[in-house]
């Protein structure tokens, strides 16, 4: 062995010592700091390459990629009108993401029991995903009217299918074992439905959420862009300015859309680690966060 070799033998134990010495809140704070200096030169890069772009575009047409300074005086030039029209496109996503878990749950939980049931409503479930909802979009305007209703329905029916499959695949994915402790112990349905099925059904409920809170901002959005109900959202501001050519405007709404897409994931984010800190995928997350 050489003086090396023979060096770092020695020293290991120490060395191992001094990082177990080292307080979690230190090596938290470190992953942390890591992470967020990460995360602050990609969005320093992005910054650039944009603003390099619309200097380019500057030269050719002025108007054609705005500058992130255009944007950001079109945004805090009428920020009390583009938090009004957030709160309206939030008000559409929650209630449409309301709508639709409410029914998608309730039929997964009767699928579950019933499995013929399963068998009628999947290929229709299937044939709505595959439909282009914008199609659909102005059969509902007729049927609903031109109120908000369309907005909440058109919402629901975009996050519809994602929240449909994992609610079914999370209530049918218990433990075996578990399952035959409650049937030892004649557990009725609703018992097994409350104390075993809904929270095995969590993790994959979470996965649902952290799909469907994004996309239903996209499907608020599209409502609004395929809706006759009223010029209130973020995706009728969007469409406005499109069509009197507001470019800064539109990128500004567009700033707005990513606002509360960050959001609503940060909100998925803390809820699953608060309701379920025993998830490896969330313990795995809080060590390396």
């Given at each position: 062995?050489?003086?090396?070799?023979?060096?770092?033998?020695?020293?290991?134990?120490?060395?191992?010592?001094?990082?177990?010495?080292?307080p979690k809140t230190t090596r938290a704070l470190r992953r942390r700091l890591k992470s967020t200096g990460a995360a602050a030169v990609g969005i320093g890069?992005?910054?650039?390459?944009?603003?390099?772009?619309?200097?380019?575009?500057?030269?050719?047409?002025?108007?054609?990629?705005?500058?992130?300074?255009?944007?950001?005086?079109?945004?805090?030039?009428?920020?009390?009108?583009?938090?009004?029209?957030?709160?309206?496109t939030g008000e559409e996503v929650a209630i449409g993401l309301g709508i639709s878990f409410v029914v998608a749950f309730a039929l997964a939980v009767v699928m579950t029991h019933v499995p013929i049931v399963e068998q009628v409503v999947?290929?229709?479930?299937?044939?709505?995903?595959?439909?282009?909802i914008v199609a659909i979009a102005p059969g509902l305007t007729f049927v609903l009217g031109l109120g908000m209703s369309p907005r909440y329905v058109v919402t629901a029916l975009i996050v519809f299918f994602p929240l449909l499959i994992n609610s079914l695949v999370g209530l049918g994915s218990v433990d075996p074992e578990a399952l035959d402790v409650f049937r030892t112990m004649h557990a009725s349905k609703t018992e097994v439905l409350l104390h075993l099925r809904i929270p095995s059904s969590l993790p994959l409920l979470f996965v649902a959420a952290r799909i469907c809170f994004p996309l239903a901002t996209v499907g608020a959005v599209v409502a609004e862009f395929s809706t006759s109900?009223?010029?209130?959202?973020?995706?009728?501001?969007?469409?406005?300015?499109?069509?009197?050519?507001?470019?800064?405007t539109v990128y500004a709404a567009i700033?707005?859309?990513?606002?509360?897409?960050?959001?609503?994931?940060?909100?998925?984010?803390?809820?699953?680690?608060?309701?379920?800190?025993?998830?490896?995928?969330?313990?795995?997350?809080?060590?390396?966060?």
């Amino acid at each position: 062995m050489s003086q090396h070799d023979l060096a770092r033998a020695v020293l290991r134990p120490f060395a191992g010592g001094l990082d177990r010495a080292e307080p979690k809140t230190t090596r938290a704070l470190r992953r942390r700091l890591k992470s967020t200096g990460a995360a602050a030169v990609g969005i320093g890069l992005f910054a650039l390459v944009w603003q390099l772009v619309a200097a380019h575009y500057a030269v050719r047409t002025a108007n054609a990629f705005p500058s992130l300074g255009k944007i950001w005086t079109a945004l805090t030039g009428n920020l009390s009108t583009y938090g009004i029209d957030a709160a309206h496109t939030g008000e559409e996503v929650a209630i449409g993401l309301g709508i639709s878990f409410v029914v998608a749950f309730a039929l997964a939980v009767v699928m579950t029991h019933v499995p013929i049931v399963e068998q009628v409503v999947m290929p229709l479930a299937v044939v709505l995903n595959v439909t282009p909802i914008v199609a659909i979009a102005p059969g509902l305007t007729f049927v609903l009217g031109l109120g908000m209703s369309p907005r909440y329905v058109v919402t629901a029916l975009i996050v519809f299918f994602p929240l449909l499959i994992n609610s079914l695949v999370g209530l049918g994915s218990v433990d075996p074992e578990a399952l035959d402790v409650f049937r030892t112990m004649h557990a009725s349905k609703t018992e097994v439905l409350l104390h075993l099925r809904i929270p095995s059904s969590l993790p994959l409920l979470f996965v649902a959420a952290r799909i469907c809170f994004p996309l239903a901002t996209v499907g608020a959005v599209v409502a609004e862009f395929s809706t006759s109900g009223p010029g209130t959202g973020l995706g009728s501001a969007i469409a406005v300015a499109a069509a009197s050519s507001d470019v800064p405007t539109v990128y500004a709404a567009i700033f707005c859309l990513a606002v509360m897409g960050l959001v609503l994931t940060l909100i998925v984010t803390i809820a699953e680690r608060r309701l379920l800190p025993w998830h490896p995928s969330v313990r795995t997350t809080i060590r390396e966060s």
